[in-house]
């Protein structure tokens, strides 16, 4: 069986707990799309990781993690995280890598932070892990794929030569910056043949007879619904796509070999990076849900960066949860609320005097507001309880009154930052 887990929102709502939970009973954990420009913070026996290549289900020595050919591959950082992790105790995780997974270079790091500071104050917010350049060049054709580190050097070194003739010209003219050599870059992709060539497996075979066995298989995706390039808050998004359905491709699959998407929401918003945010909040009542939220505060995995906070977005979190194709929903930081007497949750967006539930295209959403309704708070701590019941009766009002505006199932209840904080739901017929 193949599985799912997912973002419905900005990315920042939990799926790396999900995914490090769900891997105890997964035999095969793949990453699908995405780099290392976002994390996820796992919290489990081992202490408190920041993963940002390696599957979320790393920390089960049963387990087998993949890095599929849709994801942008920073080879250095992949083998950091890797002695990272076994350095402090982690049995040596069980790795495999797509030939056909494309290779962040150096250079792609190099443009996207000259590419920021040309923007300056109109820049995209990028993490300057070289994500932007990099999808650029596998879309134009001139990336380098991880199965041609093994060409012939001539070969290889003449592909390089036509590659960055177009890359030096802007290098020179539009940043002022010294040129590539042919030389250096054929150097950094011996170096990431040597670090790689243990892991380079065809993957897509692989999962195919995997599935064949009656393996159990989940997909980890990176961020979530809204930055996605096709159905995001574009051109505030990231350049691969986030969707469910963009895991079978990612980790080279039939679609409909996916029986479950576990789609993941915050009981609050948050957001890392510039772009449309309706039910955005600012001050001292942000700063208070910034400081209480996640594990030690809401800042990025990733850049360290402070996150934007805002209540829960109904609008925004059904669209996420549809385009999707939630099967499930997971719902987490849920404790974080407990402080609060009451609790806005934004149920639809006013523009240009009409309210609206359904979420709009970019232009529209710069000019919505919020409209709110509040509901009582539970003001007292919920970590610690196994069994949805014994929540306040409050607490379960707001996941019932949520779970109906979204019209997807709350099936999980994550009420603390740890691997075995979670409480399981019946699904809700009324939202099937």
């Known amino acids: 069986m193949v599985r799912a887990v997912v973002g419905a929102n900005w990315g920042d709502e939990g799926k790396g707990k999900i995914t490090d939970m769900l891997g105890k009973e997964s035999d095969i954990i793949v990453r699908f799309q995405g780099g290392a420009n976002a994390g996820h913070t796992i919290i489990n026996d081992y202490g408190k990781f920041a993963l940002h290549t390696l599957p979320s289900g790393v920390f089960y020595d049963h387990t087998t993690s993949v890095i599929g050919s849709g994801v942008a591959l920073n080879i250095p950082v992949l083998f950091q995280e890797i002695k990272g992790i076994v350095d402090r105790g982690v049995p040596r995780p069980k790795i495999l890598v797509s030939d056909r997974a494309q290779m962040v270079m150096s250079y792609h790091i190099l443009f996207d932070k000259l590419e920021e500071e040309r923007l300056a104050g109109k820049s995209f917010g990028s993490t300057k892990s070289g994500i932007a350049p990099f999808y650029s060049d596998k879309y134009a054709k001139i990336g380098f794929q991880v199965s041609e580190l ?3 050097e001539k070969a290889l070194k003449e592909k390089i030569e036509q590659v960055i003739v177009q890359k030096n010209v802007i290098l020179q003219h539009l940043y002022h910056a010294p040129a590539l050599q042919v030389e250096e870059i054929y150097q950094e992709l011996m170096e990431y043949k040597t670090m790689v060539k243990p892991y ?3 993957v897509s075979s692989y999962l195919w007879n995997a599935i064949k066995e009656g393996k159990h298989i989940l997909l980890e995706g990176q961020l979530g619904t809204l930055k996605d390039p096709d159905h995001g808050i574009y051109p505030m998004v990231t350049s691969s796509s986030t969707l469910a359905a963009y895991g079978a491709i990612g980790a080279g699959i039939p679609p409909y070999e996916i029986r479950q998407i576990i789609t993941v929401c915050k009981a609050y ?3 890392v990076g510039a ?4 039910s955005e909040i600012f001050g001292e009542e942000a700063d208070e849900l910034r400081r209480r939220g996640g594990d030690g505060g809401e800042y990025g995995a990733t850049t360290g960066r402070p996150r934007r906070m805002g209540w829960f977005d109904c609008v925004a979190s059904k669209y996420g949860c549809r385009l999707q194709g939630a099967t499930d929903v997971a719902f987490t ?3 974080v609320l407990g402080y609060l007497d009451e609790i806005p949750v934004c149920v639809g967006y006013e523009i240009d005097g009409q309210v609206t539930t359904e979420f709009p295209v ?6 919505a507001k919020p409209v709110y309704e509040t509901l009582p708070g539970w003001k007292c701590d919920i970590r610690g309880i196994r069994k949805y019941e014994d929540l306040p009766e409050n607490c379960r ?3 019932e009154f949520i779970e109906k505006q979204i019209g997807f199932p709350i099936t999980m209840v994550s009420n603390g930052p740890g691997r075995n ?4 739901r019946e699904k809700d017929v009324e939202t099937k």
Do not use: H, P, R
């Open 200 to 202: 380079v497996c065809d």
């Open 362 to 367: 970019t232009a529209l959403l710069e000019k």
């Open 269 to 271: 918003s948050s957001a």
């Open 275 to 278: 772009g449309a945010f309706v």
């Open 421 to 424: 904080d979670i409480i399981f």
């Open 150 to 152: 093994f060409l012939e």
């Open 333 to 335: 930081v849920l404790d």
């Open 397 to 399: 009002n707001y996941v």
